[in-house]
C-alpha cells in the first residue's frame, strides 16, 4: 500500500478555493488526495509521512502558454552576429530575428532549447505551450518533466512545401515529444500564409485533431496588412521572403474576422497576443471557444500596444500569460510576466485574477487543467514552493505575490509527485 505524505506551509493557495493559512496537502500514488488546514489533515491523517515547508507558500505551478523555447539563447546569438540591439519596429524586429536565427546550427539550437526547459522548472513553471520550429531536434524534449502542448510551426506560402512540412511533422506525432507534453500545431500568423496555406493546416489539425496556436492581432502592421494589402509587412517582409503579393490578396478584414469567419478556429485553440481587437472581434474569439495568451512584456519591447483585458475578462473569454521567446522579453518567468502584466495593465484584473491566469488559465489554454493548474482532489502533485524576502500578512498575500517578479524564490518543484528541482 503506498504512503501518505502531508505537505504543509505557512500559507497554501490553491487558486480555485480560498487561500488557507498552515496548509497542507495530502497526496498519494502521485495524486492530491485533500487540501486543508494542517491540523485538520494531520489529525485524520496520523499515520502520513510529513513534510514541512515551514514559512513557504505552496500553489500550483506557473504555466507559461506561449513561449519560443528553441530561441532562449537568442541574445548570445545576436550578440555573436554583432547585431545586439533589437529593432523598435515590429517588421523590422521580425526580419532581425530571421537574419540572426538563419545562422544558428541545429546543435545550437537543440542546446538552448534543453537551456529553455531548464530554466522554466527553475522558475516555477510546470507546463509550457511551446514553439517548435526545428522538428530534427525533437529528442531535446524527451526526459523533460513539463507538462503541455509542443506546438510544430508552419509558415509560407509554397503548399508544396507545406504539404511536406505537415507530413514531416505527422511522423512526428506518432510518438508523444515526452511522458506529459503532447503534440500540437502552430500556423505562424495570417501574414505569413496565404489562404490557401492557412487552410490546409487548419484541416490537417482537425484530421490529427492537434490543437493550434496562432500569433494573432499582434500590431497595428498586421491589421493594416489584411485590410488593405499596404504597409511595412508588404514593403519589407514580403519582399525579404521573395513571397508574391498576389497569393495574399488584402481581405479587408480585421485579423481576427479575417480568421475566423472561414470557421478554421476549433474548440480549444489558442490564440496568442489579441493585441488589435474591436468589440466584434472579442465576440468572435469567444464564439470560437478559444483562449488567448497575453504577452505583455513582448508588446511592450515591440511597441505593438496593449490587449484590451478587461474586454476579454467582462465577456468570460479565459486569458493565460505567456513569456514568447528571449528575442522580445528579458525572461522565461511567469512570475515576472505576472508582476510586469500587474502593472502594466493597473486595475484590469484583481490580484487573485492574475493569479488563476497564470495558472488555471494556461493549464485550460493548454488542455491539461484536469491535471494541473489547481490544488484540488483528484488532480495530479503538482505544484510550487515559494518564499519571499518577508511573508506578507495573510490578507495582502495575493497582492504581493501577483507583484513580487523577481523576489520569488522558487525552493520546490513538484511535477506528478517528483520534485524536479533537485
Known amino acids: ?20 493559512e498552515d496548509g497542507a496537502v ?34 500550483p505551478p506557473m504555466v507559461n502558454a506561449h513561449t519560443h523555447l528553441e530561441l532562449t539563447a537568442f541574445s548570445d546569438w ?12 515590429f517588421v523590422d524586429w521580425i526580419l532581425w530575428l530571421v537574419h540572426i536565427r538563419r545562422d544558428v546550427g541545429e546543435e545550437q539550437l537543440k542546446a538552448s532549447l534543453e537551456a529553455g526547459l531548464k530554466a522554466s522548472l527553475l522558475a516555477g513553471t510546470g507546463a509550457v505551450g511551446d514553439i517548435f520550429t526545428t ?9 523533460s518533466p513539463l507538462y503541455g502542448q509542443v506546438f510544430a510551426e508552419v509558415l509560407g506560402h509554397d503548399l508544396a512545401l507545406i504539404k511536406e512540412r505537415l507530413s514531416s511533422i505527422k511522423a512526428l ?3 508523444s515529444p515526452a511522458k506529459s507534453l503532447n503534440w500540437g500545431l502552430s500556423p505562424h500568423a495570417p501574414y505569413t500564409l496565404s489562404a490557401s496555406a492557412t487552410d490546409q493546416i487548419f484541416a490537417f489539425a482537425k484530421q490529427l485533431t492537434l490543437r493550434c496556436t496562432i500569433h494573432l492581432a499582434e500590431s497595428e502592421s498586421e491589421s493594416e496588412f489584411l485590410r488593405d494589402g499596404t504597409g511595412a509587412i508588404a514593403d519589407k517582409l514580403f519582399s525579404s521572403a521573395k513571397w508574391d503579393p498576389l497569393l495574399s490578396p488584402p481581405t479587408g478584414f480585421s485579423p481576427v474576422r479575417s480568421l475566423c469567419s472561414e470557421g478554421r478556429l476549433k474548440q480549444g485553440d489558442l490564440i496568442v497576443h489579441g493585441v488589435h481587437v474591436d468589440t466584434a472581434d ?12 497575453l504577452c505583455p512584456r513582448s508588446n ?4 505593438v500596444g496593449k490587449a484590451p483585458v478587461t474586454e476579454y475578462l467582462h465577456a468570460g473569454i ?34 487573485r485574477d492574475w493569479l488563476e491566469i497564470a495558472t488555471l488559465g494556461g493549464a485550460k489554454a493548454l488542455g491539461i487543467e484536469k491535471r494541473v493548474g489547481q490544488l484540488a482532489p483528484g488532480l495530479e502533485a503538482s505544484f510550487q514552493v515559494v518564499t519571499l524576502p518577508v511573508l506578507p500578512e495573510v490578507d495582502v498575500l495575493e497582492e504581493t505575490l501577483c507583484t513580487a517578479g523577481k523576489d520569488v524564490n522558487v525552493t520546490h518543484l513538484y511535477l506528478a509527485g517528483e520534485n524536479v528541482l533537485l
Open 1 to 20: 500500500m503506498s504512503r501518505q505524505t502531508l505537505y504543509r506551509a505557512r500559507y497554501l493557495l490553491p487558486i480555485t478555493s480560498p487561500l488557507i
Open 26 to 59: 495530502l497526496l498519494e500514488s502521485g495524486l492530491i488526495r485533500a487540501v486543508g488546514h494542517y491540523r485538520d489533515l494531520a489529525n485524520t491523517h496520523p499515520e502520513a509521512d510529513l513534510v514541512d515547508f515551514d514559512e513557504s507558500i505552496l500553489l
Open 78 to 89: 545576436a550578440a555573436a552576429a554583432g547585431e545586439p540591439d533589437a529593432p523598435h519596429s
Open 135 to 143: 522538428l530534427n531536434v525533437f529528442e531535446a524534449y524527451l526526459e
Open 173 to 175: 506525432t506518432v510518438k
Open 282 to 293: 472579442i465576440e468572435m474569439l469567444k464564439q470560437s471557444g478559444c483562449s488567448v495568451a
Open 300 to 303: 511592450a519591447a515591440l511597441s
Open 318 to 351: 479565459p486569458l493565460a500569460l505567456g513569456t514568447d521567446s528571449l528575442a522580445s522579453s528579458d525572461s522565461l518567468s511567469i512570475w515576472e510576466e505576472m508582476a510586469f502584466a500587474a502593472e502594466w495593465f493597473a486595475g484590469a484584473a484583481e490580484p
